[in-house]
Every structure is written in C-alpha cells, then in structure tokens.
Nanobody
Framework: QVQLVESGGGLVQPGGSLRLSCVAS????????MAWVRQAPGKGLEWVSD????????NYPAWVKDRFTISRDNAKNMLFLQMNNLAPEDTAMYYC?????????????RGPGTQVTVSS
C-alpha cells in the first residue's frame, strides 16, 4: 500500500530555513505527481506546491513568492521542500501527498505530517 513519511520539520526563527523530506513506497514513485500541502490549527488544507512525476514542472500558489522550492529524487523515491525566509504564518503541519494538489485535497494518500513552527 502507499506509504509516505515526512521529516525535517521543527522550530525555526523568522527568516530561517528548513528542508522537508518525504520517503515514498508502495507505488511507482517516478510515475506519480506529488504535492506538499499544509494545515494550520483551525484552518483547512492549503496547497504549498506540486511537481510532475519527472520533476520537470513544479507549481506554486502566489503566496509562496519564490520562498519555497519543491524537488524530487526518483532514484531514491524521495520528495523535498526547501523553505526559505520562513514567517510565523508558515507555522503548520506539512504533509506530502501522492498526486497533484487537487487529488490530495480530495482525499488522496498523504503522510502523517511534520510540524513546522516559526517563532522567535
């Protein structure tokens, strides 16, 4: 079955950086678009980024403003999210999901999440 496990979250000061990782198994990783989504306390699921199976096309919502970069290593079945210039409003649980954002939003597989807290 599909398994996704995120890591790399933690506590970081405003302006700092974190790199999230996600290890995938149970499906043909290189054939699947993948997404990062997040959920802050009391809020709904929010799209962070997604990427095609071959890694050639990445998409971001406008609010990312070039601060985040999604990437993948298909040889290692891994997905990454480099986050720079973090702000307190980026505090959330971050999840990797199988599929583009709309599939994850509609209940597609995602991992247990990794907590990112941005605070001084």
């Amino acid at each position: 079955q599909v398994q996704l496990v995120e890591s790399g979250g933690g506590l970081v000061q405003p302006g700092g950086s974190l790199r999230l990782s996600c290890v995938a198994s149970g499906f043909t990783f290189s054939s699947s678009p993948m997404a990062w989504v997040r959920q802050a306390p009391g809020k709904g699921l929010e799209w962070v980024s997604d990427i095609t199976g071959d890694g050639n096309l990445a998409n971001y919502p406008a609010w990312v403003k070039d601060r985040f970069t999604i990437s993948r290593d298909n040889a290692k079945n891994m997905l990454f999210l480099q986050m720079n210039n973090l702000a307190p409003e980026d505090t959330a649980m971050y999840y990797c999901g199988k599929g583009p954002y709309w599939a994850v939003r509609n209940g597609g597989p995602r991992g247990p999440g990794t907590q990112v807290t941005v605070s001084s």
